[in-house]
């Protein structure tokens, strides 16, 4: 167990806190596998090399990826004061969110489950 007084334990927690721009995007419909197919193609890339790759992907997970990235960038220079040109994506990554599970009706009065899948992506930059 953690020594110290709440607040002594609190300052040294947010004294280790990750300061790199990010942004993330919480229960999208896009299934963790489609999302990393695009993450890997921007993952250590320059964020304009990054926004034209995603520009002319045709998977529908670039289009929410842009979104995000373009997020992030903003994140970057609006609260971290650093230069759009010097940003690069330093992590990007997508977790297993809920799924919902529908019924689809088949022959013979059976039922089959379609699971429809989400996912919380994350994309953190950092400065060359």
Do not use: W
């Not at 919480?26 to 995603?54: H, N, P, W």
């Not at 998977?59 to 842009?66: F, H, K, L």
């Not at 977790?95 to 059976?110: E, I, S, Y």
């Amino acid at each position: 167990m953690a020594k110290g007084h709440r607040s002594q334990i609190k300052r040294e927690r947010n004294a280790q806190k990750d300061t790199r721009p990010s942004a993330k995007v919480s229960y999208a419909r896009v299934s963790v596998q489609k999302a990393c197919f695009v993450l890997d193609a921007i993952r250590g890339k320059d964020v304009q090399t990054a926004l034209a790759i995603l520009a002319y992907n045709p998977r529908y997970a670039s289009s929410v990826i842009e979104k995000l990235l373009k997020s992030a960038i903003a994140n970057a220079e609006n609260n971290n004061g650093m230069n759009p040109e010097n940003l690069y994506v330093a992590e990007c990554f997508a977790n297993k969110g809920p799924t919902m599970k529908r019924v689809r009706p088949r022959a013979q009065g059976r039922a089959y489950r379609i699971e429809k899948r989400m996912s919380h992506i994350t994309v953190v930059l950092d400065e060359r």
